[in-house]
């Protein structure tokens, strides 16, 4: 049987690329994207790079789009926080309605796996996509596949955002802290509990953001 093969546009391919590069760090925050610069760095026109941006600013990742290109989103506190806050509420929802669900057992499951993987990462990257699969286990089984898709479009920005935020070993360490008691309140059958500390870990992120001291 023929394997089935996913063949990309070339404006999904540069769209991938240049996502990467914005994860990464790369291509930092503010940054300008010029459509005559990544033209010549693709060596194509100019009609995949504008719906690679395109994709770009579905993702929220663009700021502003101009005749020339576009400028990524900026680094700005109030702009994070207010993020931070939205995300909040989808996750404390999340966690509400997964714990209706009959697959309490499977939810805990990832947790633990997630759990494990934010303690063994060896870098930003690794770190920040167990601690995403982390709180993504509550919207796949929370049986809403709105909240499930809103949270996956604007995470990819909160994770950028708290790139600046988490700096230290100690505030990792603190994350990870937190959500262990997320984990052990959801598998005690206490989702109340785990709803507010998953509130108390989203402030927490916002405490980092604004840079108070810990």
């Known amino acids: ?5 996913i063949k990309l546009t070339l404006s999904e391919q540069i769209y991938n690329i240049l996502k990467e590069d914005i994860l990464a760090g790369t291509i930092p925050l503010g940054a300008k994207l010029t459509n005559r610069e990544l033209q010549e760095r693709f060596q194509v026109s ?7 941006i395109n994709k770009l600013n579905q993702d929220g990742l663009i700021g502003e789009v101009t005749k020339t290109g576009a400028q ?12 931070n806050e939205f995300i909040l509420a989808l996750s404390c929802q999340a966690v509400a309605l997964s714990a209706r669900s009959s697959q309490t057992r499977q939810v805990t499951e990832e947790l633990y796996r997630n759990l494990k993987a934010m303690a063994e ?6 770190y920040f996509d167990a601690d995403y699969r982390f709180h993504k286990a509550f919207f796949d089984y929370c049986g809403n596949r709105f909240l499930k898709e809103t949270y ?6 909160r994770f950028l955002l708290m790139r600046h935020a988490v700096r230290t070993l100690e ?37 980092l953001i604004d840079g108070e001291p810990d």
């Open 1 to 5: 049987m023929a394997e089935n093969i």
């Open 46 to 52: 100019s009609t995949p790079i504008r719906d690679a």
């Open 72 to 83: 990524l989103i900026s680094f700005d506190f109030e702009y994070s926080g207010e993020l």
């Open 121 to 126: 990462a060896q870098d930003d990257e690794a």
């Open 152 to 157: 996956k479009r604007y995470n990819l920005i």
């Open 171 to 207: 505030h990792r360490t603190s994350s990870i802290r937190q959500h262990r008691l997320i984990t052990e309140a959801y598998e005690d059958g206490d989702y109340k509990l785990a709803e507010k500390l998953t509130e108390e870990h989203y402030r927490y992120g916002v405490h």
